[in-house]
């Protein structure tokens, strides 16, 4: 079983939906979580970083934790086609410095 | 400007061929990392450097060697390419262990 699962999509919206992506994660021992943009052809670029359970705005973007549940969420409001990539969630432990574990990424497809 | 780059961004050469993926950082951070990423893939770490002249092994066996001999420069080395190596390879560097990873763009490279 892998220690991150995220649906691979692809994921397509109306330009202005509400789009919300999801991991689900099975050690409890990550403390701090980030979701990665990644455009074709680009590397990965940071969009969010938390290491609370609760909400984290940032413009459009809002990053969810539920360590509770071992699931976290990023959702996008008034999606615009320049949304349009692969979202990769990500997570570590304070303890093991070196393993930042990623998530397969979902493609996502805003379409005007 | 800050930036971390990749070189080359494509490479397609034979079985057998020695090569070097090159990559530089001008931020400063001590922090680096090699990761490997297939299609609808996670991102594997195959080697990491905390400083100069300080190298490990990340989870996914590699049969690939990285040097630091410089702050800024963390080349990744092929021996004897196979077609198995064919994938895209991802420089990363941060400022910290548990801080953002700033990526480059990648090298695509396929082996024959």
């Known amino acids: 079983q892998k220690e991150v699962e995220q649906d691979p999509g692809p994921l397509s919206v109306p330009e202005g939906a509400i789009v919300s992506l999801n991991c689900t994660y099975s050690?409890?021992?990550?403390?701090?979580f980030m979701w990665y943009r990644q455009y074709s052809r680009k590397g990965p670029e940071l969009l969010m970083y938390?290491?609370?359970?609760g909400n984290k705005e940032d413009g459009r973007f809002t990053a969810q934790v539920d360590k509770s549940s071992k699931y976290i969420s990023l959702f996008i409001r008034d999606s615009q086609p320049s949304d349009s990539a692969t979202y990769l969630c990500?997570?570590?432990?304070?303890?093991?410095?070196?393993?930042?574990?990623f998530g397969s990424g979902t493609r996502l497809s805003i379409r005007p | 400007e800050a930036d971390i780059y990749q070189t080359p961004r494509y490479l397609v050469i034979g079985t057998g061929k020695k090569i070097t993926l090159e990559c530089s950082q001008t931020?400063?951070?001590?922090?680096m990392y090699w990761y490997q990423q297939d299609p609808g893939m996670e991102l594997h770490l195959i080697h990491y450097?905390?400083?100069?002249?300080?190298?490990e092994k990340g989870d996914l066996s590699s049969e690939s060697t990285v040097s630091r001999i410089r702050t800024e420069h963390f080349p990744l080395t092929l021996e004897s390419a196979r077609p198995s190596h064919t994938s895209q390879y991802l420089c990363?560097?941060?400022?910290?262990?548990?801080?953002?990873?700033?990526f480059g763009p990648g090298t695509r490279l396929t082996v024959l």
């Open positions: 938390t290491y609370s359970s």
């Open positions: 450097s905390y400083g100069v002249n300080s190298t």
């Open positions: 931020m400063g951070h001590d922090k």
């Open positions: 990363a560097s941060s400022e910290s262990p548990y801080n953002e990873q700033f």
């Open positions: 990500a997570m570590g432990s304070y303890s093991s410095a070196s393993k930042i574990i």
């Open positions: 050690n409890s021992a990550f403390q701090y």
